[in-house]
């Protein structure tokens, strides 16, 4: 028996639906992976903006799930014994935690900090890491470097 | 049950083409096809070399069941996580600069993707779970016939999965 599927955002449903997708890709099923994405672009397409926020909004944010978030979701998957819970929010507080400090050093050192060199997220955890080369290993979540994907800097 | 090939590992030795008795590994793109290997046989999977062919579930077992309070705390953290992701992608398209758009999408992405392991932890790690499909059914009840929505999409996937 399932209980009432709390009122999700179409942000929050276009997270659900593209993890669905990798999901249904990881299990080789294409066709159902496919249907999903369509699903996860209707909702992409309908995200509430942020026009307006500011820099400072956006560090906000990182140092509420910092200073609360991650405390009170540890808690309750400790209590419940939920290691896969555990898990996740082991990976998500360190990678909130370096997302911060990278956001405080760019406020310092704006484009210095990113210019003539690269920038990777981990597509199974995403880390953040600002050099050269990926390392051989995420540092976080232990995947191999070909899941650390490249951003690109784009021209207007 | 049936195999598949992971092809970043096959080094062409071809020993499932030699024993799989219905020539379900023998394709031209590489994959194994589903629909002629037989269930369980794992020939090909004990045969191979190097170890580059698996198996891969019909069925599994009912995901653990997930704490309400659990779920409720994950959901709270994937909302803040979601929120990020739009404010940077906000800060991208407000701004005329490569290189801050770059952190900013770097900062969307990585948030999408916590927010991606937050729903993965709060029941929702296989698509075929009466979680999934009682999503499924609830977000066709509530946007069937609104523009856009790919309502077939999802009567698919109900279907499917």
């Known amino acids: 028996m399932e209980d009432d599927m709390r009122e999700m955002t179409h942000g929050e449903l276009a997270a659900m639906c593209t993890n669905l997708q990798k999901a249904c890709s990881k299990q080789l099923r294409s066709e159902e992976a496919q249907l999903f994405g369509l699903l996860a672009a209707f909702y992409e397409e309908g995200r509430e903006k942020q026009e307006g926020c500011g820099y400072q909004d956006l560090l906000d944010t990182i140092n509420e799930d910092l200073a609360s978030g991650y405390q009170r979701a540890n808690a309750v998957a400790s209590k419940n014994q939920d290691r896969g819970s555990l898990r996740a929010l082991v990976w998500g507080e360190k990678v909130s935690k370096l997302l911060k400090s990278l956001l405080v050093r760019y406020e310092k050192q704006k484009n210095s900090l990113l210019d003539g060199t690269n920038v990777y997220v981990c597509e199974i955890c995403g880390f953040v890491y600002v050099g050269e080369q990926p390392p051989a290993i995420c540092p976080i979540c232990k995947v191999p470097s070909f899941k650390i994907q490249a951003v690109q800097k784009e021209a207007i | ?161």
Not at chain 2, 7 to 22: E, S
Not at chain 2, 24 to 46: P, W, Y
Not at chain 2, 92 to 100: G, I, K, Q
Not at chain 2, 110 to 124: L, P
Request: proline residues 4%; aromatic residues 6%; glycine residues 4%.
């Open chain 2, 1 to 161: 049950m049936h195999a598949a090939r992971n092809i970043a590992l096959c080094t062409k030795d071809c020993v499932c083409l030699f024993v799989c008795p219905t020539g379900a590994t023998d394709t031209e793109n590489g994959q194994i096809d589903f629909s002629k290997c037989l269930s369980g046989c794992r020939l090909c999977v004990d045969a191979c070399p190097s170890h580059a062919i698996y198996l891969v579930s019909s069925n599994y077992p009912k995901p653990q069941k997930k704490e309400t309070e659990v779920k409720d705390s994950l959901f709270d953290l994937a909302a803040s996580k979601v929120k990020q992701e739009s404010m940077a992608k906000a800060l991208a398209s407000e701004s005329d600069d490569p290189v801050f758009r770059q952190l900013c999408k770097s900062v969307a992405m990585s948030n999408h993707i916590m927010a991606e392991d937050c729903y993965r932890e709060a029941g929702y790690i296989l698509p075929q779970s009466d979680a999934v499909r009682s999503l499924l059914k609830d977000l066709l009840a509530k946007e069937e016939g609104k523009a856009d929505f790919p309502a077939d999409a999802v009567r698919k996937l109900l279907e499917k999965l």
